[in-house]
């Protein structure tokens, strides 16, 4: 093999030191105007949210918060989001007045505020124009968990089968619009209902002639009476 030309080499030396040269200057220029490039300026009305998300005491640190506007509608949509920082600090920009639900989000972990409805839990909130909202904190708490096992008359496992959870206080259920929380049995009969809020529950399985929340219709089309724990057929015989 012929060696390389030392004139050759020499001039691609020259060539990429020659262009070294003149890119430094540009990526000099490059940086600096990125430096004095202002951030986008805020709306004139737009306000800011800041708080922080703890889950069992420690910083919350990757969980969402939500910012939703206060009365439900099935095309409504998120006005705001944020994810909290390492510390659990969460901070939203240009946000618009009006009354909005502030939501935190966290698989596993509730927030039960006061204001806390059956759509979303969270915190109520006034905005008006131009305003700093800080210190809005949410301390959450890992969810309860109720499960169970249903079996049919037999004494053998009810198969995709609904199991309803309401609120045993009925000032609880009012307040979030008697809205329950409907599982399905798996091949075994067992149901497991996680990410509750603290609270007195009843739990019932089928269905009554009154509602259509557990339908208690599986592929075989068979379903079961309306039966709370531990067997009784109606709520005020019903345990928590």
Avoid at 24 to 51: R, V, W, Y
Avoid at 131 to 158: H, N, Q, W, Y
């Amino acid at each position: 093999m012929r060696p390389k030309s030392p004139r050759l080499s020499l001039a691609h030396l020259l060539l990429s030191l020659i262009l070294s040269l003149i890119a430094l200057p540009l990526a000099n220029a490059a940086t600096a105007a990125a430096a004095q490039q202002p951030n986008p300026p805020e709306a004139k009305d737009a306000a800011s949210i800041m708080g922080r998300v703890t889950r069992a005491g420690r910083p919350a640190s990757g969980a969402d918060v939500v910012l939703m506007p206060s009365e439900w509608s099935p095309q409504m949509n998120a006005i705001a989001r944020a994810k909290a920082d390492e510390d659990g600090r969460f901070r939203m920009r240009n946000v618009p007045p009006g009354r909005y639900y502030l939501s935190p989000v966290s698989p596993g972990f509730v927030f039960a505020g006061s204001d806390t409805s059956w759509w979303m839990p969270g915190q109520i909130i006034n905005v008006t124009a131009g305003e700093e909202l800080k210190d809005m904190d949410f301390a959450l708490t890992r969810g309860g968990v109720i499960s169970g096992r249903v079996l049919d008359p037999d004494g053998k496992p009810a198969v995709a089968q609904y199991v309803t959870i309401i609120h045993a206080d009925l000032k609880e259920r009012k307040k979030r619009q008697d809205n329950p929380s409907i599982h399905e049995t798996d091949d075994r009969g067992v149901y497991r209902a996680w990410g509750l809020t603290p609270g007195r529950y009843f739990v019932y399985a089928g269905r009554s002639s009154e509602n259509n929340y557990a339908r208690g219709d599986n592929d075989a089309g068979v379903f079961y009476p309306q039966t709370f724990y531990p067997s009784a057929t109606e709520e005020a015989q019903a345990k928590v």
